[in-house]
Nanobody
Framework: QVRLVESGGGLVQAGGSLRLSCAAS????????MGWFRQAPGKEREIVAA????????YYADSVKGRFTISRDNAKNTVHLQMDSLKPEDTAVYYC??????????????????WGQGTQVTVSS
């Protein structure tokens, strides 16, 4: 069992930055691929960024490429999402997720085994 707790969400103006953090507890964090998803009202949950167990491989959705950066610290059992140049369309609840036994990253919801409770990000225009 892995418990994930997100933090760092909030209200920011367009063009601003936020840094989301996800703290993991439970089984060995370094065994898991990690991902960040988001869900806006009335929309399906979508992948934002993902990283392999080592952090050596990463994935970004086209909508955030060049603006968001995912990173992980296996010694501290944390994964971060640095979000720069935020846009109103980035407004959503952001979720951290962990998928077992991954030497690569995962991009599909069904590939993840554990989820956090989510943190709200609101970008005003």
């Amino acid at each position: 069992q892995v418990r994930l707790v997100e933090s760092g969400g909030g209200l920011v103006q367009a063009g601003g930055s936020l840094r989301l953090s996800c703290a993991a507890s439970g089984r060995t964090f370094s065994r898991y691929a990690m991902g960040w998803f988001r869900q806006a009202p009335g929309k399906e949950r979508e992948i934002v960024a993902a990283t392999s167990w080592s952090g050596g491989s990463t994935y970004y959705a086209d909508s955030v490429k060049g603006r968001f950066t995912i990173s992980r610290d296996n010694a501290k059992n944390t994964v971060h999402l640095q979000m720069d140049s935020l846009k109103p369309e980035d407004t959503a609840v952001y979720y951290c997720a962990a998928g077992e036994a991954a030497y690569t990253y995962y991009t599909l919801l069904g590939q993840y085994d554990y989820w956090g409770q989510g943190t709200q990000v609101t970008v005003s225009s």
